[in-house]
């Protein structure tokens, strides 16, 4: 079920075509089948020592990964999961982490390629940013490869500042969160 307007743990996380959705088992469901649809493996699971497809290894790991992080920011990884909800249904997936530094968070996001380009990654970014702001955040921080200048261009557009050098082919972002 999408989040709505105002829910205390996600506030402001609807926009006009994008909802952020507490991944459950039914989300998640739809979230991997996606992932194995449209994305290649590496882009959703770190290596597993297999052929680089998608193995029960990498389907079993992306299934762990989203059902650990349920607990939330305040569970033992101090990070929590969303999927990224749009008109015809889950379109990828977000995340927010906590940092070794107090009042940073981390977030990231990954979305199917078939929905990519369609303006979906700053509404759901901006969401993430409204959350971070409400767990009393001053920065949030993301990384990209230093290739993917649409992910720059999403960033940059939301206001983070971007690195002017990469370190192993990647690229950081901060952005400071003004109180609420």
């Known amino acids: 079920m999408p989040t709505r307007r105002g829910d205390p743990l996600l506030p402001g996380t609807h926009d006009a075509e994008v909802t952020l959705s ?7 469901v739809e979230l991997v089948a996606l992932a194995v649809r449209d994305a290649h493996p590496d882009e959703v699971t770190p290596p597993i020592g297999d052929d680089g497809g998608w193995s029960t290894s990498r389907v079993e790991w ?26 015809d249904g889950v379109a990828g997936s977000v995340r927010l982490q906590r940092t070794r530094d107090a009042g940073s968070l981390e977030t990231g ?32 921080r993301a990384e990209t490869a230093a290739s993917n200048a649409p992910a720059l ?3 940059s557009g939301l206001g983070f500042r971007c690195s002017p050098a990469e370190v192993r082919g990647r690229i950081s972002a901060v952005l400071a969160v003004e109180p609420s």
């Open 62 to 87: 992306l299934s762990a990964f989203h059902r650990d992080r349920r607990v939330g920011l305040d569970g033992p990884l101090g990070e929590t999961t969303w999927a990224v909800v749009g008109p």
């Open 153 to 155: 261009a999403v960033l």
């Open 22 to 28: 507490q991944v459950d088992e039914r989300t998640l």
């Open 109 to 140: 996001i990954w979305l199917a390629r078939g929905v990519r380009g369609r303006g979906w990654a700053h509404p759901a970014l901006r969401a993430v940013i409204d959350v971070a702001r409400h767990w009393g955040a001053v920065e949030v």
